[in-house]
């Protein structure tokens, strides 16, 4: 199995793509060692890697965000040997599944569609390229409610991501939306 890693905006986290399905869909985020050994053998393999402070899952990736006291030279072959391990011995990637946020449900209201289905089709396959993904947890009084996974989660960048690219965005196609804010 060969795994190609890649930057990303957050300088501590890595991209890795294994060159075949992790979860094909959806995505799983795990940012401790208790979480990711009660629903994810590959999560937790990899949270055995000194220095592993959060895992996430997606399709055809996995992003590792390590302590800053740690350098990805000393820390990138335990994480490559966990992936691989893993894959070689047919395990699930995951046990258990939690429930998508983003998915449009029969009692959202039309904003709440509207918003979901935007992040779904304009944000969350731009913020995967880079690692990451971003959450729907909720629309009031103009206020929508996002929060930030995998590389994207403790970025640098994610402020301005959020403000002056999905706020914008979404302004722009809803009206009603007057602001986004970050939960953690």
Known sequence: MFIQTEDTPNPATLKFLPGRDVLGTGTADFTDAADAAARSPLADRLF?????????????????TKDDSRDWYVMKPGI?????????????????????????????????????????????????????????????????YLAMKGACAGCPSSTATLKSGIENMLRYYIPEVVEVQQIR
Not at 49 to 58: E, I, M, P
Not at 81 to 89: Q, R, W
Not at 98 to 127: F, G, H, M, S, T
């Open 80 to 144: 490559l040997g966990a992936i691989m391990e893993h894959f070689a011995t047919g395990k699930p990637v995951l046990t258990q599944v939690k429930a998508d946020d983003n998915q449009v449900n029969e009692d959202d209201d039309e904003i709440v569609a509207q918003i979901k289905e935007l992040l779904d089709a304009k944000v969350r396959p731009a913020v995967a390229q880079d690692g990451g993904d971003i959450t729907f947890h909720g629309f009031e009084n103009g206020v929508v």
């Open 48 to 64: 055995q890697v000194d220095g592993v402070t959060r895992v996430f899952l997606a399709g055809d990736f996995v992003t590792v």
